[in-house]
């Protein structure tokens, strides 16, 4: 009898280790997708993962680092880029819904003046969806939210790869497509679209670094809502940036 026990007892053993190990498993695999670890000044945190923040103010965040709100209002809606553009980390709780999404679609500031910075009219190139989820994250106050950051630009590689960066940080990609390109939409505009940053027509117009930054500086506001218009970057992008986006603009096609 104890000889027949023995591979039974084995076995319950084998299947107990086995269990164990399966739940060990998934317990490390729950730790490892609900948070990360990061290491700073040689001792490890522990960050709350995306999937811990609600989708909508998750979406928000995103959505406000993707059109550039960061580069005109500050990281977390902070403030402190210019004078003229207020922080929303405060303001953005005390203005209702409809005030956020007229302001959003319709642009703010003053359109004729090409020295003061200048909310660009978003409607038509911002979906319902990413209004709400822009509202939602600005009535939570702009909390961080993990990997909703601008993207990197990298140094020492030359203007033109900075300057690829930009174009994406500072949202020129939204409106003026990849690789300048163009092709969105503008149905209230001469030519219904936004132009393009490449082509024969723009470089035959831009033939210089100075106008291509001039156009930058100055935006080109050519009416009120619905048209989508060009936002004044003077007095918010600096002068390096200007730079490295004309020498990157200049890497496109021009035929």
Not at 9 to 15: C, D, R, S
Not at 136 to 141: E, I, N, S, T, V
Not at 159 to 186: D, K, M, S, T
Not at 208 to 214: L, Q
Request: glycine content about 12%; proline content about 8%; overall charge negative.
């Amino acid at each position: 009898m104890k000889r027949d026990g023995a591979p039974v007892f084995a076995a319950v053993i084998a299947a107990g280790i086995a269990v164990l190990i399966a739940v060990g498993a998934g317990s490390w695999a729950a730790g490892h997708y609900s948070a990360k670890t990061v290491t700073v000044g040689g001792a490890a945190s522990t960050t709350v993962a995306a999937a811990q923040v609600d989708p909508t103010v998750a979406a928000g965040a995103h959505t406000f680092v993707q059109f550039a709100c960061a580069q005109c209002h500050g990281d977390l809606g902070k403030g402190g880029v210019s004078p003229d553009v207020p922080a929303l980390d405060t303001i953005g709780k005390t203005l209702t819904a409809a005030q956020l999404r007229h302001i959003i679609d319709h642009g703010l500031g003053v359109s004729s003046n090409p020295t003061k910075p200048y909310m660009p009219v978003w409607g038509q190139v911002i979906s319902t969806t990413q209004v709400n989820d822009l509202i939602a994250y600005l009535h939570a106050g702009l909390p961080a939210v993990p990997d909703a950051t601008p993207p990197v630009v990298p140094a020492g590689q030359g203007a033109a790869v900075a300057g690829a960066a930009l174009y994406v940080r500072y949202g020129c990609i939204n409106c003026h497509g990849p690789n300048g390109l163009g092709g969105v939409p503008n149905p209230e505009s001469p030519d219904k679209t936004i132009p393009p940053l490449s082509g024969a027509d723009f470089f035959d117009e831009f033939d210089t670094d100075a106008k291509i930054i001039d156009v930058i500086r100055s935006g080109s506001v050519i009416g009120k809502a619905p048209i989508v218009s060009m936002p004044h970057w003077g007095g918010i992008i600096p002068d390096r940036d200007l730079q490295a986006l004309v020498a990157y603009i200049k890497t496109l096609k021009s035929s």
